[in-house]
């Protein structure tokens, strides 16, 4: 058996040399994928911790297995402050992630066929909020709501007559592309009209919507679901929220939060990852802090900045602009429709990391759609602010504008190298050792 007390420099080499790569990549380029952070010191050495060994299915003070006492204090101190950060009547945090957490509550909620309305994928929608090649879509009957065709916007009247006439038992309101404000009291009101459940999603903007930066869906929607490694800067997972009382079922023999948590476990999941929730904890502990609340406030101040020196470029936005930490090119009046995934490439090779993305009414595909999503919560912890949007943003249009020139994107690579050296990731703190 190899030593248990070797560094992973000397055990495995091979994996060693992987992570200092991937280190020096993220380190030497502009992160603009909007799902993406860069976590604090203390939230990995939470990850990387001894909590990884141990079983406990269950939920703290109720486990199937013994030696939880230590376990079910990081437990109950993830929960408490998710609380607090959010406002929730009830949370769990136990999912493995935002899609499961999302299949929880399905699963906890709906019937197999039932019918339920998500925001269209090319418009912004998560895989799991209906698509055709998903769970959510192949399991349950997906009714889309679209945005308007003219302005890109949500038009909760139009929403409104679709979910008379649908009838859906959940309306999911929540976003991974669509770059404007969620009304979520809209949303409520369409709910209560039609007799539905509101679920909302926002893997994307939780930090926004916990520190008052976007209206917070906790006190109107049934559940909320969240992932905890985006805008909340936690290890990656998930997250539910929701009421207690299930408005539906008042007298059922379960409550909507024991709905939830039975679908969690033992429903969908096993044992949970206790030291990943143990960074959860870690995590909502920073985003209680004030500093956590300025930081959201710059994330959009950077998306604006960012936005604003694309369209002086030329470049048109999805929606006209941003109100959160996401914007989307659209690459059709550059003559680049369906040529998302080129621009992507080209972007790689300058040292600017971004997604290719669909846009609304796609007249692409999903492979090569006509889109490129960007999002300032990973450049904004580095220390980013708005001047250094404004090179970022230039960088962009530079690369976009001549595709095909080497010289050009060589050109950009070195002044993206020049700026990253400006922002040093993980200074003085060795994240191998
Ligand atoms: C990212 C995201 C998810 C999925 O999260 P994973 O952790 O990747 O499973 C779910 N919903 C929305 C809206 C998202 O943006």
Redesign the pocket.
Same mark, same amino acid.
Do not use: I
């Given at each position: 058996m190899t030593d248990m007390m070797d560094s992973i420099e000397k055990i495995d080499p091979e994996i060693y040399r992987i992570i200092k790569k991937e280190r020096d990549r993220l380190s030497d380029g502009v992160e603009l994928i909007p +799902?993406e952070n860069v976590v604090s010191i203390a939230v990995l050495q939470a990850m990387g911790s001894v909590l990884t060994n141990k079983y406990s299915e269950g939920y703290p003070h109720k486990r199937y297995y013994g030696g939880n006492e230590i376990i079910d204090m990081a437990e109950d101190l993830a929960i408490e402050r998710a609380k607090k950060l959010f406002g929730a009547e009830h949370v769990n945090v136990q999912p493995y +992630?935002? +899609?499961p957490a999302?299949q929880a509550v399905f699963f906890a909620l709906l019937n197999l066929n039932d019918t339920f309305m998500g925001l269209d994928l090319n418009a912004g929608g &998560?895989l @799991?909020h209906g698509s055709s090649v998903n769970f959510s879509g192949k399991q349950y009957n997906c009714v889309a709501y679209n945005v308007d065709k003219e302005t890109e916007l949500l038009d909760y009247d139009q929403i409104k007559k679709q979910a008379k006439k649908a009838k859906p038992k959940l309306i999911l309101s %929540?976003? @991974?592309a669509y770059p404007r404000k969620l009304d979520f009291k809209a949303f409520q009101e369409i709910c209560d009209e039609v007799g539905a459940y509101h679920m909302s999603?926002i893997? &994307?903007i939780a930090g926004l919507c916990a520190t008052g930066v976007h209206e917070n869906p906790v006190p109107y929607a049934d559940v909320v679901t969240t @992932?905890t490694h985006?805008t909340l800067r936690g290890p990656?997972g %998930?997250m539910i929220m929701c009421k207690i009382e299930d408005k539906f079922d008042k007298n059922g023999k379960k409550n909507l939060a024991q709905k939830i948590d039975s679908a969690v476990f033992p429903g969908l999941q096993g044992g949970p990852h206790d030291h990943v929730n143990a960074a959860k904890a870690v995590a909502f502990g920073e985003d209680l802090r004030p500093e956590f609340k300025d930081y959201c406030k710059q994330i959009v101040k950077n998306a604006k900045a960012l936005a604003d020196t694309l369209m002086d470029k030329g470049f048109e936005l999805v929606a006209g602009g941003t109100d959160n930490h996401l914007m989307v090119i659209k690459l059709v009046n550059k003559g680049l429709t369906g040529k998302g995934k080129d621009v992507q490439t080209a972007l790689d090779e300058a040292g600017i990391t971004v997604n290719k993305n669909t846009i609304p009414y796609e007249p692409g595909s999903p492979f090569n759609p006509s889109g490129i999503r960007l999002g300032t919560p990973a450049v904004t912890t580095r220390g980013f602010k708005e001047s250094e949007m404004k090179v970022v943003g230039e960088s962009i249009a530079k690369v976009i504008d001549n595709l095909d020139d080497k010289k050009v994107i060589e050109s950009v690579r070195k002044d993206i190298l020049e700026l990253c050296k400006k922002f040093p990731l993980y200074p003085e703190f060795d994240i191998l050792k």
């Open positions: +799902s +992630s935002g +899609s999302n &998560h @799991t %929540g976003l @991974t999603d893997a &994307h @992932t985006k990656r %998930g």
